[in-house]
């Protein structure tokens, strides 16, 4: 189980990473993985992350955000059609596989 738990980290991670500006925020407000974070946030199990301004100063971010949530098959299912969701409108894709699945995108 540790494996997808380490999967659901990255897939969510790796999308909230992306730098931020005034503008850009307003248009990630829109993205469907806004809906995991409302679903999920504050379910038993699960561990929200959410860090802004001076300590990601250093990397170039405004925020960022990044959800664990253990043993929920349902929340990774529904994660990654909330990613696929957001990909299609996106300019730039990056996905990881592993073992012939996605680790990240």
Do not use: H
Request: glycine content about 4%; aromatic content about 8%; charged content about 30%.
């Amino acid at each position: 189980m540790r494996r997808f738990e380490y999967m659901l980290w990255l897939l969510v991670a790796v999308f909230c990473l992306m730098p931020c500006s005034v503008s850009a925020a307003e248009t990630q407000k829109d993205l469907k993985i806004q809906e995991v974070f409302q679903r999920y946030g504050k379910k038993r199990n699960v561990t929200m992350v959410e860090l802004s301004n001076e300590m990601l100063e250093t990397y170039g971010m405004t925020r960022y955000k990044s959800i664990t949530i253990k043993d929920d098959p349902e929340a990774l299912r529904f994660t990654r059609q909330c990613l696929e969701a957001d990909q299609k409108g996106a300019r730039k894709i990056k996905e990881v596989t592993d073992d012939g699945g996605v680790v990240s995108a």
